[in-house]
């Protein structure tokens, strides 16, 4: 059964950084494209970040570009949002997403970005 378990969420000033974490089992990431996706209240759902092959070529979202980074620990079989230089924009629940021939989501993690 495959689970994907995200962590790292919280309340952040504007201009601070958090580190989001997502843990999978029952499949083995990198054998996969994943991203992050993220939904704010009243908005659809959007891509954050995503490693567009398991081979790991990144593609950002531009309201995202330079500010975030995706990476993975194959070792650990997790996935990583690094993200700085918070705005209030940024508010949203993020969810860990695989894609493979069924797409996967965990349960998502709430960021809140706010003074």
């Known amino acids: 059964q495959v689970q994907l378990v995200e962590s790292g969420g919280g309340l952040v000033q504007p201009g601070g950084s958090l580190r989001l974490s997502c843990a999978a089992s029952?499949?083995?990431?990198?054998?996969?494209?994943m991203s992050w996706y993220r939904q704010a209240p009243g908005k659809e759902r959007e891509m954050v970040a995503t490693?567009?092959?398991?081979?790991?070529?990144?593609n950002y979202a531009d309201s995202v570009k330079g500010r975030f980074t995706i990476s993975r620990d194959n070792a650990k079989n997790e996935v990583y949002l690094q993200m700085n230089s918070l705005k209030p924009e940024d508010t949203a629940v993020y969810y860990c997403n695989v894609q493979t021939r069924v797409a996967y989501w965990g349960q998502g993690t709430e960021v809140t970005v706010s003074s």
């Open positions: 029952g499949l083995t990431l990198s054998r996969y494209a």
């Open positions: 490693f567009t092959t398991a081979g790991g070529k990144t």
